[in-house]
């Protein structure tokens, strides 16, 4: 019986069960089945615990890392870079291949000693499948390179930084750098109009409340990749009040509010205006943002001037000059992204009294997207890859004002 685990303690058991039952002493059979049973835990537990990949001798588990992973980024389209909060030495690290041919799956692992003080997340590059980086354990920082064939990677330890050198350049320059800080920031995206209310009618009659629903959704995404917490203000296509949109941006106790829209001039006028504008609120109004504020103030022209001016001056200067600040950031991102493949106007940035922005308790932005009437822009506007970049653009502001500002 020997080597056949289930035969012998099924055999065992019986002996024990009959033996008693016969009042013969199974004693001898009990002992035998206890150890057993022990030692059968004892693998089980062997196998639940993922095989420990970080050599003890190199690095003692019950000491918690003190090294951080501060920041992640592409250096180029080759080189992915994970920099730390100090030195890493060259025993904190230990690499790995899990190959499973049948399954045509084929990972390479980086375990190093640090800390990822943020949720798990994906990257992406056209060498690899798959990138992920998590925390395995206490101590250990994993990075998972997934692909369906032998992965081929050279590193190197540059004092606070480990640099991965993937075997062929990006094709997509679709990833940038990672904020640790992410994590805890919650941001409400809000959709402009929706329902009812179309927003403006562009070029061949795109709709705006088509083309900024599909660009927020992937900003969600993206956003959400690299740690945020977001909340979107329509998800489908429905109508919801302005006032609404800032109120359930205080509900969720928003870090930020970006609000997304199309512009539009009228049809005349369609080859002259392009480009893209992000606006923050203030009393304020400059002189370009006159025809912008028309457009987007629309639905609530009812309300009178004086409760604007009273929702004006309950503004703290503070939240004005954060909108200003987020603003700016969320532009230069917006073009930097956009043009290393398109070519794209800066409108610039400017304040003037958007509704959709009263009320907001966080630092509030409207961003224009783009001209939905330029026959060229709105093209571009419809297009996926470009909202994608648009959108990356737009993660790479917010990263980059809480890199700033927090
Ligand atoms: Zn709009």
Redesign the pocket.
């Known amino acids: 019986m020997k080597g056949d685990d289930k035969l012998c303690k099924s055999c065992l058991t019986g002996l024990v069960k009959t033996g008693k039952k016969l009042h013969i002493d199974v004693i001898k059979y009990e002992k035998e089945l206890k150890k057993r049973d022990a030692q059968k835990k004892k693998k089980l537990k062997k196998v639940k615990q993922p095989k420990k990949i970080i050599d003890k001798k190199k690095t003692p588990k019950s000491i918690a890392s003190q090294n951080r992973l501060k920041s992640i980024h592409w250096k180029d389209s080759q080189r992915l870079v994970l920099k730390f909060t100090r030195a890493l030495k060259r025993t904190e690290l230990n690499t790995f291949n899990l190959n499973y041919t049948k399954k045509k799956q084929y990972k390479k692992v980086y375990d190093i000693h640090a800390v990822l003080s943020k949720s798990a997340m994906q990257l992406s590059h056209s060498s690899v499948k798959k990138i992920r980086l998590a925390q395995f354990d206490q101590n250990t920082l994993r990075i998972v390179f997934e692909n369906d064939k032998t992965i081929k990677q050279e590193y190197l330890i540059k004092g606070k930084e480990l640099i991965i050198k993937m075997s062929r350049k990006n094709q997509k320059l679709e990833y940038i750098p990672i904020k640790e800080n992410s994590s805890k920031k919650i941001i409400v995206i809000d959709p402009?109009?929706g329902g009812k209310d179309s927003?403006?009618v562009g070029y061949k009659k795109y709709r705006?409340k088509v083309v900024v629903l599909q660009t927020s959704k992937k900003l969600r995404d993206i956003l959400v990749k690299r740690g945020y917490t977001v909340y979107m203000t329509r998800n489908g296509d429905q109508f919801i009040k302005l006032r609404q949109r800032t109120k359930f941006a205080n509900k969720k106790k928003a870090d930020l509010f970006l609000s997304i829209?199309?512009n539009a001039v009228p049809k005349r006028n369609r080859h002259k205006a392009h480009g893209i504008e992000t606006y923050f609120l203030s009393s304020k109004r400059s002189q370009r943002a006159e025809n912008t504020l028309r457009?987007?103030n629309v639905d609530i022209s009812k309300m009178d001037k004086r409760s604007m001016n009273a929702a004006l001056h309950l503004m703290s200067r503070e939240k004005i000059f954060a909108s200003n600040k987020l603003a700016i950031d969320l532009q230069q991102n917006m073009l930097s992204s956009l043009n290393q493949r398109y070519k794209v106007k800066d409108g610039g940035v400017r304040s003037g009294p958007f509704w959709v922005l009263v009320g907001a308790e966080m630092p509030a932005v409207l961003v224009e997207i783009g001209f939905i009437s330029h026959p060229s822009e709105a093209k571009k506007m419809i297009n996926h890859r470009y909202q994608k970049t648009q959108a990356i653009g737009i993660a790479n502001g917010v990263d980059r004002y809480f890199d700033k500002n927090h």
């Open positions: 402009g109009h927003g403006a705006e829209h199309a457009a987007e």
